[in-house]
């Protein structure tokens, strides 16, 4: 393969004429020019060559067209520039070398100072994508992986995964409490792919009622039913050349589990109401915040279908299990809200640190983030001290003066302050407090009422 950076051009043209008419007149533009006469060939040297750069003839006198040879080109390497060349009588067709993901067309007859004017704007191109792929490769290397705040020795395992899988297709599955922050997980795999420059699309299939999931999954043809006013494209049609985020996937249906196995196998779906199959090489992540071997020991989710997401397992760890990224976590969300809110900005006491470090948080950093933009904006002086933080945190850092006499008891109490910690973090709504302890609402009454909770 070619060094890296590099500005390699591909010619593709069935006339050895014009193939090396523009061989010559790129020579100066270019750091390597090769040529091709045919769709087989130029793929050949395309798979073993870095060309930067592919200009192909939409007619071309052999197997492919010109345009299918595009989306293969596309389809093996997104970030590659393509300029279609095209004939006067065929403007439609440049117009869907366009939508296909050509960089740009040329029409016939062609002006090779118009061409070389294009190699240019493709090789600009080209180094602004080599400067931001080694910008992210530094910051993967030093750790400050996305926006993920971190220091110790529990995310670093986590970071190193990241780094390992990153620039694969490899799908993933994210697994993890909520609030832990899967879907940064899932952006810090996109961000340091070669899919980087494409979409980033998350849907949380949670918060989807069936009805709505395939419409939202797949899109929708005008008229496919009542309501469906225009052509609505799905997530994985969105996601095209680049990353779809699938999270909460336990929550789908056994339907929509189907489906998706479907998609995954195949790479290929249809628009509700609609006959073209169409197809998306997205790279699919998933994230979970449940047991799935639970699931599927249920009969709740399929296990040939965890089996092709969960390829590469990445395992988030809580935030009671990475208490020493806490200061770092609280220090980043007071600059933020402290400017965000329009704020002096704050600092925190040693005394509210220890508890802040000290809590259970069930809400992992979600939760913790939270409390914290709660406090920027009511608290009244520019040091946050341990009356300010708020009241379930500062009860479960009090020293109980009855000791638990016995394991049970201690368990017990455990169980009682982090009932009593998630019922504030979701503001006393039951069903979500139920689901951020990964418990059913039956249970989570059961709980409350054997603790003499209302």
């Known amino acids: ?56 003839d939409v007619r071309l006198n052999c197997e492919m067209t010109g345009l299918e040879l595009l989306r293969k080109i596309i389809h093996l390497r ?65 750790g400050e992986i996305s926006r993920i705040v971190a220091g110790g020795a529990a995310m670093e395992e986590v970071f190193r995964q990241i780094r390992q899988v990153a620039a694969t ?10 609030g832990t922050g899967k879907e940064l997980i899932a952006r810090a795999l996109h961000d340091l792919s070669d899919r980087s420059n494409g979409p980033f699309i998350a849907v949380n299939l949670g918060a989807l009622p069936e009805t709505l999931l395939e419409s939202e999954l797949f899109g929708h043809e005008k008229g496919a039913f009542s309501g469906a006013i225009r052509q609505k494209p799905g997530c994985f049609e969105q996601a095209i050349g680049g990353t779809l985020f699938l999270d909460e996937v336990t929550e789908m249906s056994p ?56 390829i590469i397992p990445i395992e988030v760890p809580p935030l ?34 220890q508890i802040l470090t000290s809590s259970p948080w069930p809400g992992n950093v979600r939760q913790l983030r939270n409390v914290i933009e709660r406090m920027v904006i009511v608290g009244a002086g520019n040091v946050i001290d341990v009356p300010d933080l708020p009241s379930d945190l500062r009860k ?10 016995s ?4 368990l017990d109490e455990c169980e009682k302050v982090t009932i009593q910690a998630a019922l504030e973090a979701c503001q006393m709504h039951r069903e979500h407090t139920a689901k951020l302890l990964g418990v059913s609402v039956r249970t989570l009454h059961y709980k409350m009422s054997r603790h003499g909770m209302h």
Not at 407 to 410: K, N
């Open 407 to 410: 394991l049970a008891e201690a």
């Open 320 to 353: 009671r299990q990475r208490r020493e990224d806490i200061p770092l976590l609280v220090q980043h969300f007071l600059e933020h809200f402290c400017s965000r809110h329009r704020k002096d900005l704050k600092t925190i006491s040693s005394e509210a640190m």
């Open 1 to 56: 393969m070619e060094r890296a950076g590099r500005f390699g051009v591909l010619i593709v043209d069935d006339e050895p004429n014009i193939r090396s008419g523009f061989a010559k007149g790129l020579a100066t533009e270019a750091d390597v020019v090769d040529t091709a006469g045919s769709a087989i060939e130029a793929l050949e040297k395309f798979q073993t060559h870095e060309h930067a750069l592919v200009i192909v």
């Open 396 to 405: 479960a850092s009090r020293p109980n003066p009855t000791q638990p006499t």
């Open 78 to 142: 997104p970030q590659t520039a393509v300029i279609v060349i095209t004939a006067h009588g065929t403007v439609e067709t440049a117009v869907d070398a366009m939508r296909s993901g050509a960089f740009d067309f040329i029409l016939k007859p062609v002006d090779l100072n118009l061409v070389r004017q294009q190699v240019r704007k493709a090789r600009l191109h080209f180094e602004l994508l080599t400067e931001n792929a080694l910008l992210r490769h530094q910051l993967a290397e030093s």
């Open 255 to 310: 339907k929509s589990q189907v489906d998706l196995l479907r998609v995954l196998e195949t790479g290929e779906f249809n628009r509700i109401g609609g006959e073209n199959r169409l197809q998306s090489d997205a790279r699919i992540i998933s994230a979970t915040n449940r047991s799935v071997q639970d699931l599927i020991d249920d009969g709740t989710f399929r296990e040939d279908l965890f089996y092709r997401l969960n």
């Open 169 to 178: 297709e490899a799908t993933v599955m994210i697994h993890g409490e909520s």
